[in-house]
T-cell receptor, first 113, second 111 residues
Framework: EAQVTQNPRYLITVTGKKLTVTCSQN?????MSWYRQDPGLGLRQIYY???????DKGDVPEGYKVSRKEKRNFPLILESPSPNQTSLYFC????????????FGPGTRLTVL | LAKTTQPISMDSYEGQEVNITCSHN???????ITWYQQFPSQGPRFIIQ???TKVTNEVASLFIPADRKSSTLSLPRVSLSDTAVYYC????????????FGSGTRLQVQP
């Protein structure tokens, strides 16, 4: 089944403790991205990647890192999480280019205490 | 980057046709118009995409006037399961620009 998977789905952590949210897609998509969703603010893009080893900042990249060493994986790294990074995170992928149909993962609900 | 404006919310009843309009006055020549649907605690799902005139699929229709400064998503005969947030996105089919979702339109379908 074609899908985007994220892990973990739920995570409660404390300020400053490094964490990684994994994202994997099995559709051989070149384009992948991360979003965060907060009440009243809609979906905001954090980082995106046009291909392996090619990443770029979205609208809200501060406090996040990403890497794209393999085509199928696009992990989101929070080196020193803070409470304002408490949010619902979505990973997405699409074939080739940015405005093609994007497939979203199920989401990761992160709480930073 | 073309900014989009949509109604914050809409109400409808089962069986009715729902039209959600998105305004994008600064749309560029190579921009496409894309609509997504999102249910609570789920990722957005692609509904339809178009460049001009009318596009129809099994789920919805998208109407784009000649000046392309607005677009209308049409959902025929909605059901309770169509209750969701609908996002209008405008952007180029190529390039490295970040994808931007607006606030969306919250559609509530009543029985």
């Amino acid at each position: 089944e074609a899908q985007v998977t994220q892990n973990p789905r739920y995570l409660i952590t404390v300020t400053g403790k490094k964490l990684t949210v994994t994202c994997s897609q099995n559709m051989n998509h070149e384009y992948m991205s991360w979003y965060r969703q907060d009440p009243g603010l809609g979906l905001r893009q954090i980082y995106y990647s046009m291909n392996v080893e090619v990443t770029d900042k979205g609208d809200v990249p501060e406090g996040y890192k990403v890497s794209r060493k393999e085509k199928r994986n696009f992990p989101l790294i929070l080196e020193s999480p803070s409470p304002n990074q408490t949010s619902l995170y979505f990973c997405a992928s699409s074939l080739e280019i940015s405005y093609n149909e994007q497939f979203f993962g199920p989401g990761t609900r992160l709480t930073v205490l | 980057l073309a900014k989009t404006t949509q109604p914050i919310s809409m109400d409808s009843y089962e069986g009715q046709e729902v039209n959600i309009t998105c305004s994008h006055n600064n749309i560029a020549t190579n921009d496409y118009i894309t609509w997504y649907q999102q249910f609570p605690s789920q990722g957005p799902r692609f509904i339809i995409q178009g460049y001009k005139t009318k596009v129809t699929n099994e789920v919805a229709s998208l109407f784009i006037p000649a000046d392309r400064k607005s677009s209308t998503l049409s959902l025929p005969r909605v059901s309770l399961s169509d209750t969701a947030v609908y996002y209008c996105l405008v952007g180029a089919y190529t390039g490295r620009r970040a994808l931007t979702f607006g606030s969306g339109t919250r559609l509530q379908v009543q029985p």
